[in-house]
């Protein structure tokens, strides 16, 4: 961190996997414990709480409450922090879904939750080359969106199976260290958009 920052960075951490043991989740969880310092990293737990998007409830007073919630917390992080499994060849409906409800404002009175938004992307698949598309899919999204997104490193998470320990701990030496690259980039991007 430099003398800016004033206060730590609020990481949003939003998996795309919904299962219990997903690796992606444990990828977060490993954010958390390996972060080299300044951010508070908080894993959104409420995925599986958002409703499929509907432009005709997609206003301040029509929003469904968890989407609202949801909306409120990305507009008051500094940053986000996306872990996503790949489902063929792209990302999971789920994440496609609330990243589609974080995507307007029609009224234009709330402002874009992901318009400029600094955002770091990583993925864990146990496939040879899983995770390279999905990431791919989910980047082209956040151009549309106009997000900031951190471009290196590429975290490509493969035969994931292979490097968390049987509590789900991330304990592959060299995915903790493109972790930690990972969170700094995501830092400098965040210090940089407060300058
Ligand atoms: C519906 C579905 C589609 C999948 N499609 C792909 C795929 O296209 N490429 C791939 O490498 N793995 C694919 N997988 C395997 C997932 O990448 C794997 O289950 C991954 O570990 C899920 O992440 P998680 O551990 O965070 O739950 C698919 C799995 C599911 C359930």
């Keep these: ?9 609020r990481i949003l951490a939003i ?10 989740t444990q990828l977060l969880r490993a954010a958390l414990k390996f972060n080299p310092g300044g951010q508070d990293i908080e ?4 995925l599986r709480a958002i409703p499929p998007y509907d432009l005709d409830l997609d206003t301040p007073e029509l929003r469904p409450a968890a989407v609202t919630e ?20 792209s990302i999971p409906g789920v994440l ?23 955002i770091a992307v ?4 146990p496939a040879n080359f899983g995770t ?5 899919a989910l980047r082209q999204i956040f151009v549309w969106t106009d997000s900031d997104v951190v471009v290196k490193p590429e975290v490509h998470v ?10 789900g701990n991330l304990t592959d030496e060299i995915t903790i260290e493109l972790l930690q690259q990972l969170l700094s980039a995501l830092q400098s991007k965040i210090e940089a958009s407060r300058a």
């Design 1 to 9: 961190m430099t003398a800016t920052a004033a206060r730590p960075s």
């Design 96 to 118: 496609k879904n609330a990243l589609d409800w974080l995507s307007t404002d029609w009224t234009r009175t709330e402002g874009l939750p992901l318009h400029r938004k600094p």
């Design 70 to 89: 949801l909306r409120r917390r990305v507009q008051e992080a500094d940053g986000l922090l996306i872990a996503t499994p790949e489902f063929n060849y």
């Design 43 to 46: 894993i959104y737990e409420d």
């Design 15 to 24: 998996s795309g996997s919904l299962r219990a043991a997903s690796h992606n």
């Design 122 to 125: 990583l993925g864990a698949s």
């Design 132 to 136: 390279v598309r999905a990431q791919l």
């Design 158 to 167: 493969f035969r994931s199976h292979e490097r968390f320990d049987a509590d």
